[in-house]
């Protein structure tokens, strides 16, 4: 597997996706369906790649891959804890603040 072409796939893959859940239009679903194409048109082609190569560059683009993905998970958890910790405060004054005046009932 291209792990240079198995990374760019993923990143249009996840920007595809990104903006299909959060832009609610026609044109960025035009677009996101176009990222995600291209994004899988790179899988099919790192697989493609991947025919080509020899057991030992495999396995280390194998773990090129692998420590990416690593790398992806570690700063997802790290951008959810800062935020979660910017954002608890506020979070927890709306809750009352509707609780108080009735609008809703919420229960952690």
């Not at 035009?30 to 080509?52: C, D, H, N, T």
């Amino acid at each position: 597997m291209c792990p240079v072409c198995w990374i760019s796939g993923f990143i249009a893959a996840l920007f595809g996706g990104s903006l299909i859940a959060v832009v609610n239009h026609p044109i960025s679903w035009i677009l996101s369906l176009m990222l995600i194409s291209y994004g899988v048109y790179k899988f099919y082609e790192a697989k493609q790649r991947g025919k080509k190569m020899s057991f030992d560059t495999k396995s280390k683009n194998k773990k090129t891959i692998f420590r990416f993905v690593q790398g992806v998970v570690v700063g997802s958890f790290v951008t959810i804890i800062v935020f979660y910790s910017l954002t608890y405060k506020e979070h927890e004054r709306m809750h009352d603040l509707l609780e108080k005046h009735g609008i809703e009932k919420h229960e952690h």
